[in-house]
């Protein structure tokens, strides 16, 4: 049981370090890489943007977690 919790773990840390590279490609290839925006800043244009994108009702959107912002020190 133990080590099948542990597998699962693995493969959804693998899929989301996938979706991670695919999104970062993405908005590399769009010119977010050259813009000087702090990662705060960032966080809350994409958390905007996946609002716009996500299915179901208003509730739904609100009880999604908010982005992690970095601390002060790690923009």
């Known amino acids: 049981m133990k080590e ?6 693995d493969q959804l840390k693998a899929a989301e370090a996938k ?13 977010l890489g050259d813009l000087d925006i702090d990662e705060a800043k960032l966080s809350d244009v994409f958390a905007e943007i996946a609002g716009r994108f996500q299915a179901g009702s208003e509730k739904r959107r609100q009880a999604a977690p908010k982005p992690a912002r970095p601390a002060e020190g790690d923009a």
Do not use: D, Q, S, Y
Request: glycine share 10%.
């Open 4 to 9: 099948e919790i542990e597998r699962l773990h």
């Open 19 to 31: 979706e991670a590279e695919r999104i970062g490609r993405i908005a590399v290839k769009a010119g």
